[in-house]
């Protein structure tokens, strides 16, 4: 089977790229199963329940997030019932929502879905090891799961990497989310798990991190907030990582970026050769 990936929908450009190029990129590329995280696609600040409802049109099959979750206040309303809906999992308990959830891709295959986050520069939360941990003893790869991917929503590469160290072999994919710049070592680990340290965003690169870059900079420059930041509006870049999986032991055989329209295209290996 295959998965596909894609980081951070970052405002009107991000999120407007990912549902209009969708449902083709699942059709040209026999995607059986697409992860879309959505942490900023209302205005480059969580989610709304219609932007939700859009992204499942399109074809995504869950939509994770990370500490923007809830920037949206109504997200706290429907991330109980939104099942195709997930906030890190080592949130504290009583959090709305869920962290894992179990899917059927469009082959019949049963995927386990965790989103965490974690905690170096970043909030306070509980142990993510430990939470994804439970997750798999109770839904181990292989047995109730042909697929698990893991959205690991953090800063920095060196938790990321210790996490795709502790879960390789274990799970299919680790793909790390929240820096919005996508990295190079994307590839297929040792014991068989897919791994990139950070995806990157949908959104126009031509900013900082999908926000119009002239508050940011100014912010840098003289400490004084002057305006709230606003999404940048250029054509966005669509990136993710899509997965070739075996279907026999859930592990991933291949790897391959994809970066599609915006500034970051033109400087990318071809996304997915058959
Ligand atoms: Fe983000
Ligand atoms: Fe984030």
Redesign the pocket.
């Known amino acids: 089977m295959r998965l596909l990936f894609l980081g951070?929908l970052v405002g009107r450009t991000g999120r407007t790229a990912a549902i209009e190029r969708l449902p083709a990129l699942i059709a040209d590329h026999r995607l059986d199963f697409v992860v879309v995280n959505g942490?900023n696609a209302a205005g480059g600040f969580g989610i709304t329940e219609e932007i939700l409802g859009q992204l499942l049109a399109a074809g995504a099959d869950v939509v994770t997030t990370?500490?923007?979750v809830f920037d949206q206040r109504e997200a706290l309303a429907f991330a109980p019932r939104q099942e195709r809906f997930l906030r890190p999992i080592n949130f504290p308990e009583g959090t709305p929502g869920r962290g894992a959830g179990f899917y059927m891709a469009r082959n019949g295959a049963s995927v386990l879905v965790i989103n965490a986050m974690g905690r170096i520069f970043m909030d306070p939360l509980d142990d993510p090891f430990a939470a994804i941990d439970r997750e798999l003893a109770a839904c181990p790869l292989g047995e109730q799961a042909d697929a698990i991917v893991v959205d690991f929503?953090g800063e920095a590469t060196s938790e990321k990497q210790a996490l795709a160290h502790h879960l390789d072999g274990r799970v299919t994919l680790v793909i790390g989310t929240?820096t919005h710049v996508p990295t190079c070592d994307y590839r297929v680990m040792a014991r068989g798990t897919a791994y990139q340290s950070d995806v990157g965003m949908c959104g126009d690169y031509d900013s900082v991190i999908g926000m119009d870059h002239r508050e940011p900079l100014r912010r840098f420059l003289e400490k004084v907030p002057r305006e709230r930041f606003a999404p940048a509006t250029g054509p966005a870049t669509i990136a993710g990582l899509a997965v070739e999986v075996d279907d026999t032991t859930g592990l991933a055989t291949a790897v391959a970026p994809l970066r599609v329209g915006g500034v970051l295209s033109a400087t990318t290996p071809r996304f997915w050769v058959d």
């Open positions: 951070d942490e990370g500490n923007h929503h929240h």
